[in-house]
């Protein structure tokens, strides 16, 4: 069962970064510099029911693999890589609501559904956070983990660091704006990458 779990969390950024690369090829003149992901999903975007077909995969992928990983590690006693799990949870949960809370066509009025859009954005970025660093004081305790734990610390400070600017991108670095959200997820896809490969190797030889 192990080894099924971590094919998942192998399989979930692999997704997500080829729904973000066939989103920007199917839309003539997208911009992944400029851009946001969400955006590929907004109301009125081109391919809208593909990339929320895709969009929604992965969002269950990610929601089954954490559920799984929190129970996985909670059952062997360790209770930060379990609240790890958790905050996963949250995160995937709160990108499948999205769905109901689109973002808002750009230079138009922000209305409830798009604040509620960005709501959910924050708690995904907090989620993030909290799993990756949960993730690294969880590493401590296992006998290969020293290597993931200081590549989790380094991963959630990039995603940090990163995650500020992003924030701030949106009216004050609009022309790098894609760029920044994009380092920002790219790092938690990453880590997420990582860290399954690694315990695809290690723990399900246990």
């Given at each position: 069962?192990?080894?099924y ?13 080829f ?8 839309w003539?003149?997208?911009?992944h ?17 593909l ?9 269950f ?39 109901f ?26 989620g ?11 590493f401590r305790?296992?006998?290969y ?7 989790s ?14 924030a701030a ?35 399900s030889a246990?």
């Amino acid at each position: 069962m192990k080894k099924y779990l971590y094919a998942i969390g192998i399989l979930t950024p692999l997704l997500y970064v080829f729904n973000v690369v066939l989103g920007g090829a199917l839309w003539p003149g997208y911009s992944h510099m400029r851009q946001a992901i969400s955006e590929l999903t907004m109301a009125g975007a081109p391919n809208l029911a593909l990339m929320d077909a895709l969009f929604t995969i992965y969002g269950f992928l990610l929601l089954t693999f954490s559920i799984g990983f929190s129970l996985r590690w909670g059952k062997a006693g360790n209770r930060p890589l379990s609240i790890s799990g958790v905050a996963l949870a949250a995160c995937a949960a709160a990108g499948l609501l999205m769905k109901f809370f689109r973002q808002d066509p750009i230079g138009e009025p922000l209305t409830f559904t798009g604040s509620m859009h960005l709501v959910l954005a924050g708690v995904t970025s907090l989620g993030t956070i909290f799993a990756i660093f949960f993730a690294a004081a969880g590493f401590r305790k296992l006998p290969y983990g020293s290597g993931l734990r200081v590549f989790s610390l380094v991963m959630g400070a990039i995603v940090f660091v990163s995650g500020g600017l992003t924030a701030a991108g949106t009216t004050q670095l609009p022309a790098i704006f894609g760029i920044l959200e994009r380092t920002t997820i790219g790092a938690f896809m990453l880590w997420l990458l990582v860290v399954s490969i690694n315990l695809l190797k290690h723990d399900s030889a246990v």
